[in-house]
């Protein structure tokens, strides 16, 4: 059975830090990249970041670059999304996703063939 599953959300405070995961299981991880994606309430999914499992290169939103990074741990089959600095309109259901590439142009991430969902984690940043 495949699964994505997302830990490590939860509440902090405006310019603090969080370290969520994406745990893998299922699937062949070295065939995949992983990307995060966050979805705030009453706006569209956005994708955050992604990290190519071909050569380890990573993508971030113009939103998060800088604050944000994501990092894998393939003998784990977990990727992890460090963010720091953390802002009011961070806040947001946090997924994972596994797609069979990534790259990135002026907008940011760009995913190839998703094939793989979690179910997400809950990100609240307090002010």
């Known amino acids: 059975e495949v699964q994505l599953v997302e830990s490590g959300g939860g509440l902090v405070q405006a310019g603090g830090s969080l370290r969520p995961s994406c745990a893998a299981s299922?699937?062949?991880?070295?065939?995949?990249?992983i990307g995060w994606f966050r979805q705030a309430p009453g706006k569209e999914r956005e994708g955050v970041s992604c990290?190519?499992?071909?050569?380890?290169?990573?993508y971030y939103a113009g939103s998060v670059k800088g604050r944000f990074t994501t990092s894998s741990d393939n003998a784990k089959n977990t990727v992890y999304l460090q963010m720091n600095s953390l802002k009011s309109e961070d806040m947001a259901v946090y997924y994972c996703a596994a797609a069979r590439g990534c790259s990135s142009d002026y907008g940011g991430p760009i995913y190839y063939g998703i094939d793989y969902w979690g179910k997400g984690t809950l990100v609240t940043v307090s002010s």
């Open positions: 990290i190519s499992s071909s050569d380890g290169s990573t």
């Open positions: 299922g699937f062949t991880f070295d065939d995949y990249a």
